[in-house]
């Protein structure tokens, strides 16, 4: 029986009831309304660049392979074999020809089709039996200046409606160049005791936390690379469609400033102005600036890190991250390192910021749970510029002041529509206007 969420989120005035974030049988409706239907980050471009690269993911809890065939197409399937359900492929990353299951050796080809199995005379007599009806369930896949995405829903819009204008956002990252962008070899992959939504909230518009979880670690590495502002002058909150970018227009730098490379700041600073002069005076100063995204339902980002992660719901309380660091293909190996040290002492399961985040989200999932905890609802309230004008033209539902409650609430309101939508048709796509 479905849960009523919207009894639930009281997005209007920020309040939501902590069932949200414990409960087995949410999850469940979780895993149906909103996982099998929306649009999932499974892999970069380049982490799948030539014929029979491959790389495992999830999408929920499905297993998936994303891999590059003989045709340059990448495809995205079920990580199941379709006879005894077994999975076909147990490595994270790597080059093949074909994935074969350990059970019974059924053999399937880069692009999902059943190649064949051992014995297959047994099969040549089994009246009614076609290889063609057996292969690896498929999804469908679009990709976004190098960021690939999948959904088993047939009835999703494209991903380009998906986005909408958040692609806007985006580019600030994914478009500062011809070059385009590139992961850095290699996966991390943790797991952390918390709701997959904790660590979604925190991406999609909550700098507030700043200003107090990390003031010891910022301390410790902001010496000699100057200090990290957060404050509502001249800083905004971004949502279109349940995506959010929360960020600062003035503290451009912040973000990669607590990276403690002052390279890094001069290779940004070198870079703004044809930044500017390509996208514009406002996604001119988003790369490295003190801000952070997500892209609904949980896949997120931080400008300057450039670290990207997905939290993968492994049951209510549990969530596995995967995370990976983002560089303009453009910058020397020297640069690339420098960001990939960079990430790995902050935004890395041993990094000092990374560290604090978990510790909160995990004693979040726990504290919830109990009988009296429960009955209070969780405030969301924080509006401190309400009614007040945003000054510049920007995409989307723009608050301003990134020290605001707006995106997460947002983020629920999204997450309402689709735990209570009866299909696609229900849920509503913002007009794009860029």
Sequence with gaps: MSMNIRSMVDHENGL??????????????????????????????SQVKSFGDFITTYIGEDAVIVARAKDKSINVMLNACPHRGNKVCFAGEGKIRSFVCNYHGWAFGLDGKLNGMPANELYDKTEGFNKEDWGLHRARVETYKGLVFA??????????????????YLD???DVDDKGTEFLPGTTRSLLKCNWKYPADNFVGDIYHALWTHLGAAEATLKDAGGIVVSNENSYQASVNGHGWEFSLANNFGNAATMGDKDIIKYLRSREQEITKRLGVARGKMLGSVASGLIFPNFAFLPG???????????????????????PSEASDEIKDKWRLGAMRT???????????????????????GYFTRNQKLCYAMNPTKGEAVPIDLPGTVTKGQLNDANQRLFFKRYTEFMEAGSWADIPLAESKF
């Excluded at 380009?160 to 692609?167: I, V």
């Design 16 to 45: 939501i009831d902590r069932r949200i974030f414990w409960d087995e049988a949410i999850y469940q409706q979780e895993l149906k309304q909103i996982f099998a239907r929306c649009w999932h980050f499974v892999a970069h471009e």
């Design 151 to 168: 959904t088993f829903d047939e009835e999703a819009p494209s991903l380009g409606e998906y986005l909408g204008d958040f692609r806007w």
């Design 172 to 174: 600030a990252i994914l």
């Design 305 to 327: 890190y450039l670290t990207f992660r997905t939290f993968l719901p492994k049951g209510p309380t549990e969530t596995e991250l995967h995370s990976w660091t983002l560089v």
């Design 347 to 369: 935004f890395s399961p041993s990094g000092i910021l990374e560290m604090d985040d978990g510790e909160n989200w995990e004693h979040a999932t726990l504290g919830n749970s």
